[in-house]
């Protein structure tokens, strides 16, 4: 417990307390802190320090006993978490464990979750990209969720800020569905990426293929160094943690930053468990936390929160909080906490063959992956018969192949001069679901987990919408394919559950209307102005982007207003 005199309220108290410390939690934490603010950070795993906590990050491959291959025990033990593709044997120390914190699925869904200082940043993908007014305007347009209270002019500084900040690499590539941001240079596409964009750009004009937009320091400004940042080094090693802080993560950037100002206080260890409300003051004076190892409760106390657990902890949270002001959870006078959730939808995916340019291989590796397909359906008209739509993952590769046929000397040359295979092209779909107010996380009303908090009940699926997107997506990808002279197409439905894509959103939606939303343009509960949410659960749609930046930018808007209102004497 971090030194702190558990008896003293005084030691309890702080100016501002922010719940995890993820992606948001951590760009939380900055801000407020650098505001001035005292500000406890409280966060339910233990403490993981950049760079010295990264134990497998100069393994060579032959030092891990598995040769990183997850064992079949752990797979069988832990079927969830196992089939995500970043659980190696080299990150599983990230990741939750099934076993270790249940969960309950009214439906199947996937949950794959890091408990830990940095919780999922660590491990993340880092692609990046911009919402537009396209994304925004959705709801309005069909009609489908709530309207959302922003606008992309009401964000777009805010991406500018945290882009810098964060290191974003990207290429200036001006189109209007995916606005361009202040960028460090972008990871070239290689030949067959390459190709394929001058292939789509002239057989169809309005469909795109960009370097993927990727938070890493391809070349480092001067406000990294000062982090203590270091240019990637292309090792692709970044879900064990990176030592140069070449990716951006919690750990390496927005947490020592927030450190350097005096005014953090970092809590490892601390579940919370609920949101203390205070009816005479009509507004939350601080939360209530369980030591993870003792379980002692002790209470800390506030005049901001910033709730930043990750979408489906953050409803968690606001349930378990309940007063008799709010029986149904904090903020919940509109009945709606924990519904409208979605997620994103990556089930669909294809593979191809090209026989040309088999002069060029790849040239070392692409930490931004590869190439990115912004959305193309529905933009401008309603064209499909399904709403919203999808962007598409683009990356082409050579593989050695070795002939292992025969014996003896002949054998052993063979393995030493492998071929190089045609090139190999992967797609998958990044789809939009649209929320409805059946698809919710709940609390459990009969099991709770080994702190006492009652465990979450998770209720989402896929519905038409989905699976009419998932076959336009691959005739619209077949298509395109076959046009530019691809070969051996095949196009496969994965099967898999909700989840895996780990962009779960929604559940303490923004809105204009307390009636029909939880909070309002400033991530403000509606009926608690001294609440924050900035993490996944405030979101009010999906759109197709990998969601963290959005959240990044939200959550320094949300602390900007918030720091101004309590100056002002309004929280
Ligand atoms: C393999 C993988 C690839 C991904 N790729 C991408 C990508 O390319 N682009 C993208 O945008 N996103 C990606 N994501 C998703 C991204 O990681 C999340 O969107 C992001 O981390 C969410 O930030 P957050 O702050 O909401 O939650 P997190 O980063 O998960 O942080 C939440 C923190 O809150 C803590 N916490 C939870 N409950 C409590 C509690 N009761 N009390 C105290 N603390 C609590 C957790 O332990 C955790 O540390 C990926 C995720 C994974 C795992």
Redesign the pocket.
Known sequence: MANLNLKSVEQRTFDAIV?????????AAKELTEKGLKTLV????RDVKHPVDYPTTNKMPYEFEHRLEVPLAIKENEPIVSR????REDSMHF??KDSEQPYVQEKPFDW??????????L???????RWSDFDFEGPARDGFAVDWPIRYKDIAPWYSYVEKFAGISGNTDGLAELPDGDFLPAYPLNSVEAYFKEQLKTQYGNRHVISAR??HLSKPNPIHLEQGRAQCQNRTLC?RGCPFGGYFS?NSSTLPWAARTGHLTLHPF????SIIYDEKAGKATGVR?IDANTREVTEFYAQIIFV????V??N??LLNSTSDRFPEGLGNDSGLLGKYFAFHNYRARITAEYEGLLEYTTDGRNPAAGGYIPRFRNLHRQETNFLRGYAGALNARRYEVEDRSGFGASLKKQLLNPKWSNWKIGSHMMGETIPKEESQVSLSKSRTDKWG?PLVNIALDYDENDRNMMADYHEQFTEMFTKVGFSNIKTIDTGQAPGL????MGGVRMGHDPKTSLLNKYNQLHACKNVFV????CMTSTST???????MAL?ARAADFAVSELKKRNL
């Open positions: 719940i995890g410390s993820g992606i948001s939690g951590g760009w409280l966060e339910r795993g995500c593709y970043a659980f990741f939750v794959i979750r890091g408990y830990q200082v940095g919780g999922k940043s491990l993340w993908a880092r692609q990046t990209q990727c938070a879900q919690s601390a579940v919370v468990d936390v930043n657990a990750s979408a902890n953050t968690q949270i908090v894509d780990i962009h779960e900035t993490d996944g659960a982007q990998n969601p963290s930046l959005t959240y959550t």
